[in-house]
Antibody
Framework: QVQLVESGGGVVQPGKSLRLSCVAS????????MHWVRQAPGRGLEWVAV????????QYVDSVKGRFTVSRDNSKNTVYLEMKNLRADDTAVYYC??????????WGQGTQVTVSS | FSLTQPHSVSGSPGTTVTISCTRS????????VQWYQQRPGSAPVTVIY?????PSGVPVRFSGSIDRSSNSASLTISGLQTEDEADYYC??????????FGGGTRLTVL
């Protein structure tokens, strides 16, 4: 079955950087677009970014453009989210997800990112 | 574009509730809609995909539909059970590969 395991979360000061990782198994990772979705405390889900199966296309929500970068290593079945210049409003649980337009989506368990001085 | 959901709905056990999801621009019919259930402290789980299809393991009490006239999607839960109490999110995308979630609806089973 599909498994997505995130790591790399933690507490970081405003303006600093953090890199999240997501290791995938149970499906053809090399052939799948991958997404990052976040959820601030007490708030709803917010789509953050998508990366095409071959890395050729990357899209971001406006609030993270220029600060966040999504990448992948298909040899390691891993997708990354590099976050720079972090702000307090980036505090959230970050989910790695295999969102599908016409199929069943799968989600990781999430990793907490807290931006605080 | 955005997806608008009611903040909350409620119903008694055994009744039927419907959660709406209205798309602000672009046709609801042009891009598939998914629905997710999220219980406190847990990751979302797909309950409806491709507008109206149920993943295996999701009870038949859950159904989805779209309405072109109101440019909206709906999630209907019949025979409400206490275990259905959760947050529900609709989700779709556009031609630029930007994905959007609705604001979420808190379902309370009275």
């Amino acid at each position: 079955q599909v498994q997505l395991v995130e790591s790399g979360g933690g507490v970081v000061q405003p303006g600093k950087s953090l890199r999240l990782s997501c290791v995938a198994s149970g499906f053809s990772f090399w052939d799948s677009a991958m997404h990052w979705v976040r959820q601030a405390p007490g708030r709803g889900l917010e789509w953050v970014a998508v990366l095409a199966y071959d890395g050729s296309d990357k899209q971001y929500v406006d609030s993270v453009k220029g600060r966040f970068t999504v990448s992948r290593d298909n040899s390691k079945n891993t997708v990354y989210l590099e976050m720079k210049n972090l702000r307090a409003d980036d505090t959230a649980v970050y989910y790695c997800a295999k969102l599908q337009a016409a199929g069943v989506s799968s989600w990781g368990q999430g990793t907490q990112v807290t931006v605080s001085s | 574009f955005s997806l608008t959901q009611p903040h909350s709905v409620s119903g008694s056990p055994g009744t039927t509730v419907t959660i709406s999801c209205t798309r602000s621009s672009g046709s609801i019919a042009n891009n598939f809609v998914q629905w997710y259930q999220q219980r406190p402290g847990s990751a979302p789980v797909t309950v409806i995909y491709r507008d109206d299809r149920r993943p295996s393991g999701v009870p038949v009490r859950f159904s989805g539909s779209i309405d072109r006239s109101s440019n909206s999607a709906s999630l209907t839960i019949s025979g409400l059970q206490t275990e259905d109490e959760a947050d529900y999110y609709c989700q779709s995308y556009d031609g630029s590969n930007h994905w959007v979630f609705g604001g979420g609806t808190r379902l309370t089973v009275l």
